[in-house]
């Protein structure tokens, strides 16, 4: 097995600033991603979109070149298209690609495997036509594909927002924007404004994108309490309640995009079993990280919003704290020299991240988005409810594990990548203790589905 | 669901098709397989094992596995993971997987 000093996983905006970092230092990183062309989700396809009026995406989007330039120098050893099935506590990775797995070593891990979006468990939510706002952007990105007739967009958040731009640029018909920020959120979020002040061009950036969006006319009904996804087969209709009305109203619409937020994607996390902490004002788990990034595993650090929502930016920098803690690790640089050249991008990132708080208390969603009914799916895979779940805390389950045995719930293809949040919580709220207690499936590897035959052929090499 | 803002055909680009189920589909190069049904007016890739309801691709970033596919006779190929080839043979997954060495 041949060992490296640095691996890096995934090259959206941490993942590259990370390895164009390490590459200074002297280290030639190996960077896996699981995309077939670099930029992450955020910078998803930049070098071949097929949108190319860049008022259509943005300014924010085109500023992924020049990480994606940086990361195209020769001397780092870049794999797209490669899905990682295994990592261990010992560093040593299992790689597939193009039907062919193999496992390498690593003497340094950074994983920037980013964020997923939070599932939003509705009533018909697994109905074809049902979508997150998430692949909308990124079907937009890819392959230059919007939603055919009038799209009904539900839920909040700055992603939301800005697909709903997005689309306003492309031409296309928005038949509704459904917000489900509780009203009372703004007051809430007041007193953050200070604070968010310190970037006060992404606060305006938002500010904007809802001028854009009003004097365009689209229909934005705010304090949508209730919401659920209806048709036979494929999503037909979109019915919602507004705050403090008991009325269901209707939109007949093929196309329902779902949002409400990003959490990080702690799936490999996980599976390593570093340990994690559940974030009360995020609303989400991410593994505790030292002052570098570093988890509690020797040699591996995770950077970017797989270990606390922070935004692409600020996911860039913390790529280059963790590029510099790698160099440290690997003795390319000294605890005095790495520490000083981290301050000003510690200075940076503070100041970037200022907003969160202000984002996080405004966006957060309400108990009703994250805890489904009795009637709804929380498991996509194995089709379990909310009312199941609550069944089994009933019968004496008080963590996830338990849960699983009993209903299979987090058993499916997903390997509880989608239920997983939900279980937890919806558990915590069963039995009365807190999310922290609860805990959350012990995932083991394969990762991502790979054959029999292609990991005989890794062990043959190996 | 979904339409071009430019179709493939419209531009310069090559083409690519592939077969998917009895259809011919035709996408652009680099576009991932979900992405070509999406469209094309295909929305439903596979149905559940356990009450058989339909699933079409839902977060398109490889998280949620509702569009798993059979390409070339490999099951549970992730729709929105893999990239179109030319010639390739698509078809939907129902129900329950069979166990294949
Ligand atoms: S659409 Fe979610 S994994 Fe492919």
Redesign the interface.
């Known amino acids: 097995m041949i060992t490296h000093d640095l691996v890096i996983l995934g090259t959206g905006p941490a993942g590259m600033a990370a390895a164009t970092t390490a590459l200074e230092h002297g280290i030639t990183p190996v960077v896996i991603d699981e995309q077939p062309a670099a930029g992450g989700q955020i910078y998803r396809a930049l070098e071949r979109t097929p949108v190319l009026d860049r008022r259509i995406l943005g300014e924010d989007y085109w500023s992924g070149e020049s990480l994606i330039k940086g990361l195209k120098d020769p001397q780092i050893d870049y794999r797209p298209a490669s899905t990682v099935w295994q990592l261990t506590r010992q560093r040593e990775i299992g790689l597939l690609h193009d039907d062919k797995a193999e496992m390498i070593c690593a003497r340094h891990i950074i994983l920037a495997t980013g964020a997923m979006e939070r599932p939003m468990p509705i009533a018909g939510w697994t109905l074809p036509g049902v979508m997150t706002a998430g692949s909308g952007q990124i079907l937009l990105k890819s392959a230059g594909a919007v939603p055919q007739a009038p799209v009904v967009l539900a839920g909040c958040g700055p992603l939301l927002l800005l697909l709903a731009t997005q689309y306003l640029r492309a031409g296309v018909e928005i038949a509704a924007i459904l917000d489900t920020t509780p009203r009372d959120r703004y007051r809430a979020a007041l007193k953050h404004v200070p604070g968010a002040l310190r970037n006060v061009s992404t606060l305006l950036k938002g500010v904007g994108l809802l001028r854009e969006l009003r004097r365009a006319g689209v229909r934005h009904i705010r304090g949508v309490s209730a919401l659920r996804a209806e048709g036979s087969g494929q999503l037909e209709r979109v019915l919602w309640k507004q705050q403090g009305d008991d009325n269901w109203q209707t939109l007949e619409t093929p196309t329902l995009l779902l949002h409400q937020g990003v959490i990080p994607n702690t799936q490999i996390t996980r599976a390593v079993d570093c340990h994690h902490e559940w974030d009360e004002q995020q609303l989400a788990w991410r593994p505790r990280l030292d002052e570098w990034l570093g988890t509690d595993i020797p040699g591996i650090a995770v950077a970017g919003d797989g270990g606390g929502i922070v935004g692409a930016k600020a996911a860039a920098m913390q790529g280059q704290l963790a590029g510099l803690g790698a160099a440290l690790a690997l003795g390319k640089l000294t605890l005095e020299n790495s520490t000083e050249r981290a301050q000003p991008i510690r200075k940076a990132l503070a100041r970037d991240t200022a907003i969160r708080p202000f984002l996080d208390v405004l966006y957060r969603p309400a108990k009703q988005w994250r805890l489904p009914d009795d009637d709804t799916l929380a498991c996509r895979c194995e089709e379990v409810t909310g009312g199941e779940i609550r069944r089994m805390a009933d019968m004496g389950c008080r963590g996830p594990n338990q849960t699983k045995s009993f209903t299979r719930c987090g058993m499916g293809p997903c390997q509880g990548r989608m239920c997983g949040i939900t279980v937890s919580e919806l558990l915590a709220d069963a039995n009365q203790q807190s999310v922290e207690e609860t805990g959350y499936y012990r995932l083991r590897p394969p990762f991502k589905p790979i054959t029999l035959g292609q990991l005989a052929k890794a062990a043959e090499e190996g | 669901?979904?339409?071009?803002?430019?179709p493939p055909e419209a531009?310069n680009e090559a083409v690519v098709t592939f077969r998917f189920d009895e259809q011919t589909v035709t996408a652009?190069p680099?576009?991932?397989v979900a992405?070509?049904l999406?469209?094309s007016g295909i929305?439903?890739c596979r149905s559940?094992p356990?009450?058989n309801?339909?699933?079409?691709?839902?977060?398109?970033?490889?998280?949620?596995?509702?569009c798993?596919v059979e390409v070339d006779g490999?099951p549970?190929?992730?729709a929105c993971?893999a990239?179109v080839r030319d010639g390739m043979h698509v078809h939907t997954q129902q129900g329950a997987r069979r166990l294949t060495?």
């Not at chain 2, 669901?1 to 430019?6: A, D, G, N, V």
């Not at chain 2, 309801?53 to 509702?66: I, K, L, Q, S, T």
Request: aromatic letters at 8%.
């Open positions: 669901m979904f339409k071009r803002l430019s531009t652009r680099g576009d991932t992405a070509a999406l469209t929305s439903i559940t356990v009450s309801a339909p699933r079409a691709p839902y977060c398109m970033m490889g998280v949620c596995f509702e798993l490999n549970n190929v992730q993971q990239e060495s």
